[in-house]
């Protein structure tokens, strides 16, 4: 569609559709084939995926681990060897200044960009620090490989370690360990699991009822560094269990059309329609067909569609990959799990299968 063709008016406006009705009867998958064709999920074979995190210097590149010997290397090499240091703040006021007492800020000592302002008594944890905890984690979990990366333009630096993959009844599932410092003052240093199923990429943070988080002590003698490696690692068995359990229980789970349309029709709520907000009513039904057409349509599911896992995916995957929303979002992927903010709808889905 041409611009010049929307001007001259050769190009008409396309009728809207008619909402469907929330179900007040039995609804079959084949009634909503129909409706759900218009729209082809990106989330089909051939569409490029990257994993949801993004890995290394600038989030979404694809400097992945397996070019890297070490943290250490990656850091270098990824241009995040720079340190930060505390200056005093001042405030001015009729013609004086005078010095701010029990804050500072934290500033990047090779540019001077500042980072954030934190308590007098805070202790910066330097990104080489991170690497070489990283690298004592990579040594503990007999994994070869790591790299790094930054979000939040520099204020949150955070390492990537791939572990071992998860054997479930669909296929294997990747585990990650994902190893964050803030420079802001913001949050402390955490190691997170994460896990993507491979055939589709999709992270599935939410398929656990409470994320697996360990707070990391700022410790810098190698000995404490090898006992927190240790215990990250000892929750790594948790972390197996949990999701090879709910897998399990996903894919015992029928999940029928009236169910999903309800849910459809609960997270994206069609509203009333007025003069004045025809557009809302459009974009959310066009949402509510995203939805419907990568349950029903997207390649990855084929085994496992109409499953309370297949279910679960494909609200993950319309909320990371075939979503018009997705290119819109405020917060990259990594950045929504740096900030421990996953998706209502996904959550909502996890519910709705585990109940």
Not at 19 to 33: D, F, G, N
Request: charged share 25%; aromatic share 8%; net charge negative.
């Amino acid at each position: 569609m041409r611009l010049e063709d929307l001007a001259n008016g050769s190009i008409q406006e396309t009728p809207r559709p008619t909402p469907l009705p929330i179900p007040t009867q039995e609804l079959t998958t084949e009634s909503l084939v129909a409706s759900s064709t218009a729209i082809t999920p990106r989330g089909t074979t051939g569409y490029s995926r990257k994993l949801p995190w993004g890995t290394g210097r600038i989030l979404g590149a694809t400097q992945g681990a397996e070019q890297f010997n070490s943290a250490r290397q990656a850091m270098m090499a990824l241009g995040l060897d720079w340190e930060v240091e505390k200056t005093d703040l001042f405030t001015e006021f009729n013609g004086g200044r005078w010095k701010v007492d029990d804050f500072q800020a934290v500033r990047r000592s090779d540019n001077g960009n500042t980072l954030g302002i934190v308590k007098g008594q805070y202790a910066p944890w330097q990104n080489r620090r991170l690497a070489e905890f990283t690298d004592t984690l990579v040594s503990v979990s007999g994994t070869r490989t790591a790299t790094m990366g930054e979000a939040f333009g520099g204020r949150k630096v955070y390492s990537v370690v791939e572990l071992p993959d998860i054997d479930a009844p669909d296929g294997a599932i990747g585990t990650f360990i994902i190893v964050s410092n803030s420079h802001d003052g913001s949050s402390s240093v955490s190691a997170s699991f994460m896990i993507v199923r491979w055939s589709c990429t999709n992270g599935m943070v939410a398929l656990w009822e409470e994320p697996h988080t360990i707070k990391v002590r700022h410790t810098g003698t190698m000995e404490h560094r090898l006992q927190e490696a240790q215990r990250i690692m000892a929750a790594h068995v948790d972390v197996v269990e949990d999701t090879t359990y709910n897998v399990e229980r996903m894919l015992a789970v029928p999940v029928m059309a009236t169910q999903a349309e309800r849910f459809i029709n609960e997270i994206i709520p069609i509203p009333d329609e007025t003069k004045d907000n025809q557009r809302a009513v459009r974009n959310a039904m066009k949402r509510q067909q995203e939805i419907r057409s990568t349950w029903l349509n997207s390649e990855n599911l084929e085994d496992i569609r109409h499953t309370g896992y297949g279910f679960f995916n494909a609200v993950v995957e319309w909320n990371e990959w075939t979503g018009s929303h997705v290119n819109r979002r405020r917060l990259s992927p990594m950045e929504r799990l740096l900030n421990d903010s996953a998706s209502d709808a996904v959550a909502k889905a996890r519910e709705l299968v585990l109940a």
